[in-house]
């Protein structure tokens, strides 16, 4: 076994370990914990197969900062010790069916595709078109859909917020 697939297997057993942890814990502080560690793994998997600019970006944005705009709702909160409620056996079996029957999909999918490699010519990047795309607004641009989507969390935290700190009178 080369070193290679050795971390893959690490970074695989650690992303489907603490997945599994993240839907199951009861704390949420300790999911959102959880789930930083699926991410910054599945960021070394991008790192393993040289997309760099992906893992980058999998660290900055989700690791760093949407686990960190979750964690900081949770303490804004003040449901840091908070226990979720144990879900009823009906919510648990259809959980379980649906999880089962995505797999199930999922390995159908895989198995009946015709993996081929096409040869397809690789084209030369550049940093300066990259951060021309990211900063551009106009056509395979990135900064307007960007900015949607920032407004769009902030919007879901605030209104999180706004839930969480209801009154209970």
């Known amino acids: 076994m080369t070193s290679n697939q050795f971390?893959?297997?690490v970074f695989s057993a650690i992303i489907v370990v603490f997945s599994i942890l993240t839907v199951t814990s009861r704390r949420i502080l300790r999911a959102a914990?959880?789930?930083l560690f699926v991410l910054v793994s599945t960021a070394g998997l991008y790192f393993m197969l040289?997309?760099?600019f992906l893992a980058a970006i999998q660290l900055t944005l989700y690791a760093g900062g949407i686990v960190v705009l979750i964690i900081f709702s949770?303490?804004?909160t003040s449901q840091v010790g908070a226990k979720l409620e144990f879900p009823a056996l009906s919510k648990r079996i259809f959980a379980l069916l649906a999880a089962a029957s995505g797999g199930i999909l999922c390995i159908i999918t895989?198995?009946?595709f015709d993996f081929i490699m096409a040869p397809v010519p690789m084209e030369s990047t550049n940093i300066v078109d990259i951060g021309n795309s990211l900063i551009s607004t106009g056509k395979y641009g990135y900064a307007l859909p960007f900015e949607v989507i920032?407004?769009?969390l902030l919007a879901a935290m605030i209104g999180s917020?706004?839930?969480a700190k209801k009154r209970k009178d």
Do not use: A, D, K
Request: proline residues 0%; positive net charge; hydrophobic residues 75%.
């Open 7 to 9: 971390m893959f297997f």
């Open 33 to 35: 914990t959880f789930l």
């Open 50 to 52: 040289r997309f760099n």
């Open 74 to 76: 949770i303490l804004l």
């Open 110 to 112: 895989i198995l009946q």
């Open 150 to 152: 920032s407004i769009l």
């Open 161 to 163: 917020i706004v839930i």
